[in-house]
């Protein structure tokens, strides 16, 4: 089993930055893949982005030139830093992480509100 804790979330005016933080605790060692999900009001869970253990990374297209995501495999920790925030980023951000088995784990979230 893992559990998941995400933090950092709040909120900040458009064209602001915030960083989510995500640890990891429990059967670490069998994580491969850590990334951030996010569901705004009114819509469907979507991935923002994601990284696997050798540092592989993919994003959603809105999150690209504006969100990075990185991993510290050493705390087990998962970030994801967002820069020129938008009102429509505003959502509830859900880490995430699946283990070589296929298992999918799931923090319980954090908010992100965007103001204009």
């Known amino acids: 089993q893992v559990q998941l804790v995400e933090s950092g979330g709040g909120l900040v005016q458009a064209g602001g930055s915030l960083r989510l933080s995500c640890a990891a605790s429990g059967s670490t060692t069998s994580i491969n893949g850590m990334g951030w999900y996010r569901r705004a009001p009114g819509k469907q869970r979507e991935l923002v982005s994601i990284?696997?253990?050798?540092?592989?990374?993919n994003y959603a297209d809105s999150a690209k030139g504006r969100f990075t995501i990185s991993r510290d495999n050493v705390k087990n920790t998962v970030y994801l830093q967002m820069n020129s925030l938008k009102p429509e980023d505003t959502a509830v951000y859900y880490c995430n992480a699946y283990d070589y088995h296929g298992t999918s784990y799931w923090g319980k979230g954090t908010l992100v509100t965007v103001s204009s």
């Open positions: 990284i696997i253990r050798s540092g592989t990374t």
